[in-house]
């Protein structure tokens, strides 16, 4: 469901009624031409249009500040989980008109180590995040299970099993590892998988407008080694933080991962 198509038609409704019962009704009942029926009908009129501040206010907060998402996959675990609901900054890429996506003001460009939140390339009702490894012009290789940008391995530290909680526990009969990985300003942490056969090694040149996504559960992500970039055009923008984390199997709501930075 594209819910900032159906945000922003209520929102142009409710405006031209709110226009509607603001310049005609209001100067009609003034005038005293209003009758009975009209009036009731100005109230039902007036009602509506009452809602319009409301919705262009979560138009414009959702459209080009913040939005929340929900993490619905584990293919960013473990920075991020199932049950994660995060906040995406919608300014970090630029300011853009709702539905169009069109970008109307530059304010910045993704960066190494960017956690993004983006329309799927191969379908752009959906929302995917990922993180950020490729950016114009860069050559990335994956080989071994190891990141190249540019010709130069991406240094990974081994920290040890993933176990995992609730709706993230580890898959039966799997020991997932977790590697400390140095990439951007700040280092993530990634999850590899030693029992899973590696892909093969491949090489991919990023293209102008485009960047290159990984997820950091690295095999279990569907990311772009399987449908290549992501378009300029498709950035909706960065995760910063968790707002909430919800797991019915370690008691609904999980308070210690509530306001964590996304890194």
């Not at 929900?70 to 970090?92: A, C, E, R, W, Y």
């Not at 003001?105 to 390339?121: A, H, T």
Request: include cysteine; aromatic fraction near 12%.
């Amino acid at each position: 469901m594209d819910y900032a198509l159906i945000l922003t038609l209520l929102t142009l409704v409710t405006g031209v009624l709110w226009l509607l019962e603001r310049f005609w009704l209001r100067r009609r009942g003034h005038e005293g031409q209003g009758k009975a029926g009209e009036e009731g009908g100005s109230h039902w009129l007036a009602s509506i249009a009452s809602l319009f501040p409301i919705l262009l206010l979560v138009l414009v907060f959702r459209s080009f500040l913040f939005e929340p998402f929900k993490i619905p996959s584990g293919s960013m675990i473990p920075t991020l989980q199932i049950g994660d609901f995060i906040v995406v900054n919608k300014f970090s890429y630029g300011l853009r008109l709702p539905v169009l996506n069109t970008r109307i003001i530059e304010l910045g460009d993704p960066e190494r180590g960017d956690v993004m939140v983006f329309r799927f390339p191969e379908d752009e009702r959906i929302n995917y995040i990922k993180r950020v490894v490729g950016l114009p012009g860069d050559t990335i290789t994956y080989r071994n299970k190891v990141l190249f940008v540019n010709g130069e391995p991406v240094e990974q530290e081994v920290i040890g099993p993933w176990m995992g909680e609730g709706l993230n526990r580890n898959p039966p009969g799997r020991q997932p590892i977790q590697r400390l990985e140095f990439l951007g300003e700040d280092p993530h942490t990634i999850m590899i998988f030693p029992d899973q056969p590696d892909r093969g090694t491949r090489t991919w040149t990023v293209p102008e407008a485009h960047f290159f996504v990984l997820g950091d559960n690295r095999d279990q992500s569907l990311d772009s080694r399987s449908w290549n970039f992501v378009p300029e055009a498709n950035l909706v923008g960065r995760a910063t933080r968790i707002w909430m984390h919800w797991d019915c199997a370690r008691g609904c709501v999980v308070w210690s991962r509530i306001g964590d930075k996304i890194h």
